[in-house]
């Protein structure tokens, strides 16, 4: 199930429910390993990268299961300490189970992670993090290797805001012996809900949502019980679908307030939303407007996660826009394959300018990382006649039924299989 079928050309339509955020939860199933008992995390996503996470937290001796979408995790007997390479290389998070392991087993070793080629994404700080908490860590050719008889608080500041270090720093500290200052950690809503999940399994956390997240370390930690927040990346996705459209849709769970720059972006382009009883209510029909600039950044900024999705609304909009990538360098992989479809959207280093307003037609394309297959998608959409996109189980790893979804507000689509969602 590697290509899927889409004819466009017709505005969405409909009422949409999110699904449970990716990035939440990986990070939340990491932190499961800490209790040597059995977590719950309510409303987690079914989708490559949480089946990717399950299959290394059940390799290193938990027992996890499914009733709908609520995973039990039980990490009673979960005592072992290597990853597999062929594990992590599929995904490039699970490097932060480098510092859960090492908080509960005293040591930890894994192939170098991998996941969606979008730019360098050294482990740099991830390791400083550790080692500063009293962690004997070595980055080999292939692999990391970690041991710590017993890490200590610190004070430790990020040379450069990171998500995944600053989730690294917390997943060790809250066993650490005394107190611990992260600062220069990263805001997103993802940090806020992992600092949550482990405060209700005892963790003593302040700070997070700021650039400084204080920590003093437990003993022990009980149980984790959590909801799982919607999807934002998701829910901007879907948002930008309607757009390249000009559909309206209502989302019926919305992320809240997480997704504020998205919409300040969104209402420049023309669209108009607002907010009913805990609904968020989309029409992008009057979407007219190319954006001047932009340029990603990371939390409260705009996300780099939309900004390739966003690109492929912007080609449907005439006149000039551009974009400028902050946070990976190799985001604009997409270009090429829009291009292919009728956009004109030249890069330059980091910048990438659209002229906007072709035609754009359906061809074969194929998607290249996760964030990009997605925005293929959205052209598809748009687009005039059927657009086949290969290689989507990048798109896979980050939605749970884009397919289904997208059927349900009218879109003509068809998976690989055969079986079409119309």
């Known amino acids: 199930?590697?290509?899927?079928?889409?004819?466009?050309?017709?505005?969405?339509?409909?009422?949409?429910?999110?699904?449970?955020?990716?990035?939440?939860?990986?990070?939340?199933?990491?932190?499961?390993?800490?209790?040597?008992?059995?977590?719950?995390?309510?409303?987690?996503?079914?989708?490559?990268?949480?089946?990717?996470?399950?299959?290394?937290?059940?390799?290193?001796?938990?027992?996890?299961?499914?009733?709908?979408?609520?995973?039990?995790?039980?990490?009673?007997?979960?005592?072992?300490?290597?990853?597999?390479?062929?594990?992590?290389?599929?995904?490039?998070?699970?490097?932060?189970?480098?510092?859960?392991?090492?908080?509960?087993?005293?040591?930890?070793?894994?192939?170098?992670?991998?996941?969606?080629?979008?730019?360098?994404?050294?482990?740099?700080?991830?390791?400083?993090?550790?080692?500063?908490?009293?962690?004997?860590?070595?980055?080999?050719?292939?692999?990391?290797?970690?041991?710590a008889g017993c890490l200590k608080g610190a004070e430790i500041v990020f040379g450069k805001i990171s998500v995944g270090a600053t989730e690294q720093g917390i997943l060790a500290a809250v066993l650490a012996e005394g107190h611990t200052v992260l600062r220069n950690c990263a805001r997103e809503p993802e940090i806020v809900w992992l600092c949550r999940y482990l405060r209700s399994m005892g963790a003593e956390i302040q700070g997070e949502g700021t650039h400084c997240i204080r920590i003093t370390g437990v003993k022990e930690l009980k149980a984790?019980?959590?909801?799982?927040?919607?999807?934002?990346?998701?829910?901007?996705?879907y948002l930008c679908a309607a757009a390249a459209t000009r559909g309206k849709i209502t989302i019926s769970n919305p992320p809240e307030g997480e997704l504020d720059a998205f919409l300040e972006v969104y209402g420049k382009m023309g669209g108009q939303y607002n907010r009913r009883s805990g609904k968020l209510i989309a029409d992008g029909s009057g979407t007219a407007f190319p954006v001047p600039f932009l340029e990603t950044d990371t939390y409260p900024g705009f996300p780099t996660d939309l900004q390739s999705p966003l690109m492929a609304v912007l080609t449907t909009i005439p006149g000039k826009s551009r974009i400028r990538e902050n946070i990976f360098e190799n985001r604009f992989r997409i270009a090429k394959e829009l291009n292919k479809m009728g956009a004109s959207v030249a890069v330059s280093g980091r910048e990438a300018s659209i002229q906007g307003g072709t035609c754009l037609r359906g061809c074969t394309v194929r998607a290249r990382e996760l964030r990009g297959g997605a925005a293929l998608l959205v052209a598809a959409l748009a687009a005039q006649g059927e657009t086949v996109i290969e290689g989507c189980s990048f798109i896979y790893r980050g939605?749970?039924?884009?397919?289904?979804?997208?059927?349900?507000?009218?879109?003509?689509?068809?998976?690989?299989t055969g079986t079409a969602f119309l």
């Open 1 to 147: 199930m590697d290509k899927i079928r889409i004819t466009g050309g017709k505005p969405l339509q409909g009422t949409i429910s999110i699904q449970g955020s990716k990035n939440s939860a990986l990070p939340m199933m990491a932190a499961s390993l800490l209790h040597r008992g059995v977590s719950v995390l309510k409303g987690c996503p079914a989708i490559a990268d949480v089946y990717c996470m399950e299959d290394i937290l059940r390799s290193l001796g938990a027992l996890t299961w499914w009733e709908k979408n609520t995973l039990y995790l039980d990490c009673s007997r979960a005592d072992g300490t290597e990853v597999s390479g062929d594990s992590t290389g599929k995904m490039r998070s699970s490097v932060i189970l480098l510092g859960a392991l090492l908080a509960r087993n005293k040591k930890g070793s894994m192939g170098y992670p991998g996941g969606c080629v979008i730019g360098k994404r050294p482990v740099d700080q991830h390791l400083y993090v550790l080692r500063c908490l009293g962690a004997w860590v070595e980055e080999k050719e292939n692999s990391l290797e970690a041991e």
């Open 224 to 237: 984790g019980n959590m909801q799982i927040p919607p999807d934002r990346i998701v829910a901007g996705t």
């Open 399 to 416: 939605y749970e039924h884009i397919c289904e979804d997208l059927a349900s507000l009218g879109a003509q689509i068809e998976e690989d």
